[in-house]
């Protein structure tokens, strides 16, 4: 008998993924029929995910009866919500979003809730940074583990699209290109390609006994500041130096959020901890995943920047 996946975020990158590696994956998708939630049922992805086999259903985040309906007779649960960047009240709406997915998920008498978090960092720097964008999605994994449903983690590294999308590449007088960071040349941060996320998810879908209460990151491997930067050298024909400069420059012209974020990453690593100790965490998921997994060289072959 199949069971339940109801996928909140199906249009979005996550949840997309996750219901695009189950449908495609025979195993997984023997085992669940899945339900995409998304607040509109018309667009081109949802009915992209109807054509693929899923049973597509409206809800908004902040409409209970729509939530609760949605997850009507849900075994397993996969949910992640919208990042809320320091607008006001924007984290008090995103972490009460959560909240009721888990509350609605438990009401529903689902078996598993699967949601997508991030690092504590308040514990990881010891309240020396503040990344709320982060935190939320950490504050709300902290009360999942506080119901009584059984649960597990997944948590994204850094989106390889990152470094094609919002870096500043500027060019010089000698005709290679520029971008400043605060990262060290040795900085390592694991990269994803966050189409990818169904892959690493997959693998808490097949055995959620082996998963219940732990964390999978998603990554394929971890880059260098140095690696990355050679990795678009190669992919646009056109050199490219990550020039690192004082925490100042970056913040006049980024969030003090997304400063913190970068200083989390140089200084305590992405996950909040580094060294030996996160390349193997990283390593083993992504041994675990399921399907080949994107190297940031094939994923520059068709998303490098266009350096003019």
């Not at 390609?193 to 879908?205: D, H, Q, R």
């Amino acid at each position: 008998m199949t069971k339940l996946l109801v996928v909140f975020g199906a249009t979005g990158n996550q949840g997309g993924s996750v219901i695009r590696t189950v449908l495609g994956t025979k195993e997984l998708s023997t085992t669940y029929k899945v339900r995409a939630v998304t607040r509109d049922s018309t667009k081109p992805a949802a009915l992209k995910l109807k054509e693929l086999g899923a049973e597509v259903v409206e809800a908004d985040y902040n409409d209970q009866p729509a939530i609760s309906k949605a997850l009507y007779g849900a075994d397993t649960v996969f949910a992640v919500t919208m990042t809320g960047f320091e607008t006001i009240g924007s984290l008090t709406i995103e972490y009460e979003q959560g909240k009721l997915i888990a509350d609605e998920s438990v009401k529903a008498g689902a078996r598993y809730l699967i949601w997508s978090t991030s690092v504590d960092v308040e514990r990881a720097t010891n309240g020396q940074l503040s990344v709320p964008h982060f935190q939320v999605k950490y504050n709300v994994e902290k009360y999942i583990r506080g119901l009584p449903i059984k649960s597990a983690f997944f948590s994204p590294g850094t989106f390889m699209s990152n470094f094609t999308s919002m870096m500043r590449y500027t060019k010089q007088e000698d005709g290679s290109y520029t971008t400043p960071v605060i990262f060290d040349p040795e900085t390592r941060l694991p990269l994803l390609n966050v189409e990818e996320s169904g892959k690493f998810v997959a693998p808490i879908l097949l055995d959620q006994a082996k998963w219940e209460g732990k964390i999978i990151p998603g990554a394929t491997k971890f880059y260098s500041t140095t690696e990355i930067s050679e990795a678009i050298s190669r992919s646009t024909g056109k050199k490219v130096i990550f020039q690192k400069v004082q925490d100042e420059v970056i913040g006049s012209f980024l969030p003090k959020e997304m400063l913190a974020m970068y200083k989390l990453q140089n200084d305590f690593g992405y996950f909040g901890f580094k060294g030996a100790k996160a390349e193997e965490w990283i390593d083993e998921s992504a041994e675990q995943a399921v399907g080949e997994l994107t190297t940031f060289d094939k994923f520059l072959k068709t998303n490098a920047p266009k350096l003019e």
